[in-house]
């Protein structure tokens, strides 16, 4: 579909491109690609169960990596940093497996 | 409400956030450059060491492929030894064999020397047909005759016979191997018992010295051994020979 | 959660404080947003063209509660998805005005191709931003873009390198001098190893028993051998030459210091005999040979010379046979080529 295409077509133009993060984004790059992960299995469950709507993905998206980023930078200002964004890392990965469990179930049928 | 609490809050941490990293900035700068300085020194150290344990492998795995080849030549050698040893006279043996005693006369003391055949009797001193000393052209054609006959390994007086083993005479004395040898002569001589004593029997040789004057039939005897010991001549030095390429 | 979920919103628990899209859609929404909806019908279900308006109204709302993208535009993460940030800003300005003006004139249509767009752009920018994540945690990047932490853990990294090749390098020394002292040479150095110098024991060691090897099998007559000697020729046209003069012959040759000695083609060793073919010459080592007889002798040429002249020795033997005659021929290098087989004993057997 379109929507992996796309999604292609950024893995691709980031290898031909190959830029590096400049530092300061060092911490906060990581935490946010997950977040916005989370963001996008949540959208391609919703695709598989026909209740897919492009702003709901949007919103998400956006907002689960600016909170990510927020409690990340939280954490440094704190002297947290490592373990809130561990935490942060942890939360969302529950959720990717939560969203990958409901995607199987319904790929492969109830 | 809560809402705008929120909204305050979260204004705060980011403001906060910048501000810090503002403040940090130049320190963080700082930082950086030490830390790239050293990142690149203790590159090049590790480079440097890591070049030498290379090296050092490479040296130790040479050492052992070395130490390799000279184990296998030193046992391809020790093994070519062991199989030449016995046979040439360098290593003892036993074995079957045949035990050949001839004395030079029944009561001791020598008479004169026995002539091996007429076509030698005008050589050396005397001609006459005198008492029978063994002589060392007779020990010569004794062994000869045992090698003839199958011989593998034989001594005299307990003298190792090599390839550079001599039976020659001093005077009155016989040397065997450069070693004197006194009466009773006693020959050894391993290999096939049966056949080394009825070839030996039949030899002119021992036809020979049964029959010198003064000397009973009996002054040789010879005798089948079912295990006769002879042992190792000294080894030996080459002076002149040496193996050839060819 | 993404996308658009409907009201199995117990089904996530308050894992984001703000459950993104639907619940807001579904429930707790401002209620400017709520007020506003038009449609009446429950958001919940998003229709593409009452739910766009309604993210417009909601996004252009000022006490809306949707963490879009209002917000993160001034902070860090925008730099990271700069153009995510402001479609979706533009997005609200341009679906704002086409709500609060005839939006429906806009048609639905135009409305769901920006959303799918917006999509499709961010989920671009999720692979780009995953790739670039990927290459920056890469330690071969850049050194002059490394942020501090991340230039300390290649130090870290380094640091524990160099430990293991330090670790590596002391193991390897070890082995480099346990191999060059004298206890790695081969337990058996032979009677003849002497004293030799650490490291170089094995080498020694294996050289001497080389040259023992060679040794035996020059005298066991198994391989070539060259020196100086002489050749002694004799010449027997009645075959009035016995086999005992060749017997004693070799006597005195080995007595004279002979090492290597050839009879007309035969190799000579300790078991040699020499017997008489009556008619038909001499045998040697069960090889017939006939007269004239070359013997090819290596040793010290002038002892050997010497001894072959010694009044009764064999040169005067020869000449008191009938016909024939012996003549020496020294020589500073001569090759004896001829071999014998290994002796294979059937008897004898070493004994301790």
Request: no cysteine; charged share 20%; proline share 7%.
């Amino acid at each position: 579909m379109i929507a992996l295409l796309a999604l292609v077509l950024g893995v691709v133009a980031g290898l031909l491109l190959g830029p590096t993060a400049p530092g300061w984004l060092d911490p906060y790059l990581p935490v946010a690609v997950v977040a916005a992960v989370d963001a996008a299995l949540g959208a391609a469950r919703s695709v598989v169960e026909r209740e897919f709507d492009d702003r709901e993905f949007v919103v998400s998206f956006l907002s689960n990596v600016v909170i990510a980023v927020l409690l990340v930078l939280l954490g440094d200002l704190i002297g947290y940093g490592g373990a809130l964004a561990t935490a942060v890392v942890v939360v969302f990965g529950l959720r990717i497996f939560a969203t990958a469990t409901a995607l199987r179930r319904a790929l492969i049928g109830r | 409400m809560a809402l705008v609490v929120v909204l305050v809050l979260l204004g705060a941490v980011v403001a906060l956030g910048v501000r810090r990293a503002a403040i940090t900035a130049d320190g963080r700068a700082e930082l950086t450059r030490t830390l790239r300085a050293q990142v690149r020194e203790r590159s090049a150290e590790v480079s440097v060491t890591d070049d030498r344990v290379d090296a050092e492998r490479r040296g130790v795995a040479a050492s052992r492929a070395e130490h390799r080849r000279e184990a296998e030549e030193q046992s391809r050698a020790d093994a070519e030894v062991a199989a030449l040893g016995p046979t040439g006279g360098w290593a003892a043996v036993r074995g079957p064999g045949v035990r050949i005693t001839v004395v030079n006369r029944l009561g001791g003391g020598s008479g004169p020397a026995n002539p091996r055949s007429s076509a030698d009797g005008g050589a050396g001193g005397g001609g006459t047909a005198g008492s029978g000393r063994v002589q060392d052209h007779d020990l010569a054609d004794l062994v000869n005759v045992l090698w003839i006959a199958g011989a593998e390994a034989i001594a005299i007086n307990g003298v190792r016979l090599t390839a550079l083993s001599p039976i020659r005479s001093a005077g009155d004395i016989i040397l065997v191997g450069f070693a004197p040898v006194l009466s009773p002569y006693r020959v050894e001589a391993v290999g096939d018992a049966a056949a080394l004593a009825s070839r030996t029997e039949r030899s002119a040789v021992v036809d020979r010295l049964r029959h010198r004057p003064s000397a009973p039939v009996t002054s040789l005897t010879v005798a089948t051994a079912a295990d006769l010991t002879l042992p190792a001549a000294p080894l030996p030095v080459l002076r002149n020979a040496r193996r050839s390429g060819s | 959660m993404a996308g658009a979920r409907t009201s199995s919103d117990a089904g996530d628990p308050p894992e984001a404080p703000f459950p993104p899209g639907a619940s807001a859609a579904s429930e707790g929404t401002p209620p400017h947003a709520d007020v506003r909806e038009d449609d009446g019908s429950g958001p919940r279900r998003p229709s593409t063209g009452a739910a766009r308006q309604a993210a417009g109204d909601e996004a252009a709302g000022p006490g809306t509660t949707a963490s879009t993208s209002s917000e993160p535009s001034a902070v860090e993460p925008s730099a990271v998805e700069p153009s995510s940030a402001e479609p979706s800003s533009a997005e609200p300005s341009s679906v704002e005005p086409s709500s609060v003006e005839p939006a429906r004139t806009l048609g639905p249509g135009a409305a769901a191709w920006v959303a799918r767009g917006v999509t499709m752009v961010l989920l671009a920018l999720l692979g780009f931003g995953g790739v670039v994540a990927v290459r920056s945690a890469d330690p071969s990047s850049s050194l002059a873009t490394a942020s501090p932490e991340r230039l300390a853990a290649r130090l870290r990294a380094i640091g524990a390198d160099d430990r293991s090749l330090a670790a590596q390098e002391d193991r390897l020394r070890g082995e480099a001098a346990a191999l060059a002292s004298p206890l790695a040479a081969g337990p058996r150095s032979g009677a003849d190893a002497g004293q030799q110098g650490a490291g170089q024991q094995g080498a020694a060691s294996a050289g001497a028993a080389r040259a023992r090897a060679d040794e035996l099998a020059v005298l066991a007559g198994t391989v070539p051998v060259r020196g100086p000697g002489l050749e002694l020729t004799i010449r027997d046209p009645h075959r009035s030459v016995e086999a005992s003069v060749l017997v004693d012959a070799l006597q005195e040759l080995r007595d004279a210091g002979a090492e290597a000695i050839e009879i007309s083609g035969v190799r000579t060793a300790v078991s040699t005999y020499i017997a008489d073919s009556p008619g038909h010459g001499l045998v040697v080592d069960g090889t017939s040979i006939s007269a004239p007889y070359v013997v090819t002798v290596i040793g010290d040429a002038h002892t050997l010379d010497q001894a072959l002249r010694i009044p009764g020795g064999v040169l005067d033997t020869v000449a008191s046979r009938d016909g024939a005659q012996a003549g020496v021929q020294t020589s500073g290098d001569l090759e004896i080529k001829a071999l014998r087989a290994a002796p294979t004993p059937r008897y004898a057997r070493p004994a301790g």
